[in-house]
């Protein structure tokens, strides 16, 4: 069983930054990449930014030279530092851990998600 738990978010202006963080805890020996995802009121969850196996990483087109991603292997971690925040960055952020048991077995089709955190930019 794997464990995440986010913190961070709040309300800002637009112009300016915030971070969120997530920590996956557990049975993390399966995990291969994590990130975030977002989801504002009447819309899709989104792809915001993912930290892939082997370093790669992966960008919402929406959030490329504002939002910076950070991985910690060894410690299980991932922070999204958010600058230049709009109004349009407004939405609960998810942790995604992609990787996990399945059958006992180690299985990239495993995902567990964090209980959410809210981010509001105002205008």
């Known amino acids: 069983q794997v464990h995440v738990v986010e913190s961070g978010g709040g309300l800002v202006q637009a112009g300016g930054s915030l971070s969120v963080s997530c920590a996956a805890s557990g049975d993390t020996v399966c995990i291969h990449a994590m990130g975030w995802y977002r989801q504002a009121p009447g819309k899709e969850r989104e792809l915001v930014a993912m930290?892939?196996?082997?370093?790669?990483?992966r960008y919402a087109d929406s959030v490329k030279g504002r939002f910076t991603i950070s991985r910690s292997l060894v410690q299980n971690t991932v922070s999204l530092q958010m600058n230049n925040l709009k109004p349009e960055d407004t939405a609960a952020y998810y942790c995604?851990?992609?990787?996990?048991?399945?059958?006992?077995?180690?299985?990239?089709?495993?995902?567990?998600w964090g209980q959410g955190t809210q981010v509001t930019v105002s205008s």
């Open positions: 995604s851990v992609r990787g996990g048991r399945k059958n006992y077995l180690c299985s990239e089709e495993v995902v567990h």
């Open positions: 930290s892939l196996r082997g370093g790669t990483i």
